[in-house]
């Protein structure tokens, strides 16, 4: 019987090579986790001066008797000194991204209290967009070995 043989080499040292790059930066993706806290930081700061919500959603307005009692910027919402925007902070792991404010009254405005009559204005969380963003963050992070 008449066929064909064929044979081939294939150096796998290059193969070898990446995805050991790959094992270690799936280890340690705090730099990609770094880089996804700085975008959220900026994305959450351009929300609360659009004072929306991450859906897009603007926030719940003032209550009228509160606007008028307010001392200053009466015309902003989550806004009376300007500090709640200024606490937001991020840290970054080698497998992880804790995002938010260390602020009692962050979560307070964010889910609102009944009792006080506080409605619920969402200013923390990933608005599609974002969450595509910290996608395509890790997808680089990660790829640079395979390219």
């Known amino acids: 019987?008449?066929?064909i043989r064929l044979e081939y080499e294939f150096d796998d040292r290059r193969v070898k090579r990446a995805l050991g790059e790959l094992i270690e930066r799936g280890r340690d993706a705090k730099p990609a986790f770094?880089?996804?806290g700085e975008d959220l930081d900026r994305?959450?700061?351009a929300r609360f001066d659009q004072q929306v919500s991450p859906a897009g959603d603007p926030w719940a307005p003032l209550d009228p008797a509160y606007r008028d009692r307010k001392r200053r910027r009466k015309d902003k919402i989550l806004v009376l000194n300007g500090f709640l925007r200024?606490?937001?902070r991020y840290e970054a792991g080698s497998d992880q991204l804790e995002f938010g404010t260390d602020r009692v009254y962050g979560a307070t405005h964010h889910f609102g209290d009944d009792d006080r009559g506080i409605p619920a204005r969402p200013w923390l969380g990933l608005s599609d967009d974002d969450e595509?963003?910290?996608l395509q963050t890790l997808i680089d992070y990660?790829?640079?070995p395979l390219s």
Do not use: C, K, N, S
Request: charged fraction near 20%; avoid cysteine; hydrophobic fraction near 55%.
């Open 1 to 3: 019987m008449a066929g």
């Open 34 to 36: 770094e880089a996804i």
């Open 43 to 45: 994305a959450h700061r």
């Open 86 to 88: 200024d606490t937001l």
């Open 132 to 134: 595509a963003q910290a």
């Open 142 to 144: 990660l790829e640079v």
